[in-house]
């Protein structure tokens, strides 16, 4: 079982839906982050989160610690969020070693 | 403020040939990493830097060496190719708060094909 779990693995949503993405993972972490890949592009750091909630713009990310549980969220989705999200965990303790989960690819259609 | 560079972003090679991926940060930043994504897989440590001078294997290091040139260089090297090392490189660097580490900044990907 891989340390960090995405779902859906693909994802196509029509343009204006409220996108949900899942991340599960199973050690005990000190952040997760939430990344976005465009096609051949390359990566961005969305959120790192430690506790509770953040938004910025139609971006929301969760989590839930004891339940060993993240969410994304987008808000009216648009074109352009077409993209791969990657879920990332950093585990405690050490260099602090970062385990990627293996994205999320969403589509949104007009 | 270029965050991270690494460079070439694409590269063909033969097997059995040697190359080295180049990447810098102008962030002040201690730690680097070099990871390569292949399709499937969450992307994979192959090595990394905690500070200057130092270097570290990550999961998948063999057929790879590393050198930390100075605290804003780190360059990977494959001494002879293969095509199991056809990938895509990204060389990442996490912003640090004291002994806590935050943000990860990533350049933008080397595609390497090997023949």
Not at chain 1, 2 to 28: D, H, K, R, W
């Amino acid at each position: 079982k891989n340390e960090v779990e995405q779902s859906p693995q693909n994802l196509t949503a029509q343009e204006e839906e409220f996108i949900t993405i899942n991340c599960s993972y199973s050690v005990g972490i000190s952040a997760l982050h939430w990344l976005q890949q465009h096609p051949g592009g390359g990566i961005v750091s969305l959120f790192m989160l430690s506790s509770g909630k953040k938004k910025h713009g139609r971006l929301i990310a969760t989590i839930n610690i004891q339940e060993k549980h993240s969410s994304l969220h987008i808000t009216a989705s648009h074109p352009r969020d077409s993209a791969v999200y990657i879920c990332a965990v950093r585990s405690l303790g050490g260099y602090q070693k970062v385990t990627f989960g293996t994205g999320t690819k969403l589509q949104v259609i007009p | 403020n270029a965050g991270v560079t690494q460079t070439p972003k694409f590269q063909v090679l033969k097997t059995g040939q040697s190359m080295t991926l180049q990447c810098a940060q102008d962030m002040n930043h201690n730690s680097m990493y070099w990871y390569r994504q292949d399709p499937g897989m969450g992307l994979r440590l192959i090595y990394y830097s905690a500070s200057e001078g130092t270097t570290d294997k990550g999961e998948v290091p063999n057929g790879y060496n590393v050198s930390r040139l100075n605290k804003r260089e780190f360059s990977l090297r494959l001494e002879s190719a293969a095509p199991s090392q056809t990938s895509v490189y990204f060389c990442a660097s996490p912003q640090a708060y004291g002994a806590h580490t935050g943000e990860l900044f990533f350049g933008e990907g080397s595609r390497l094909t090997v023949l």
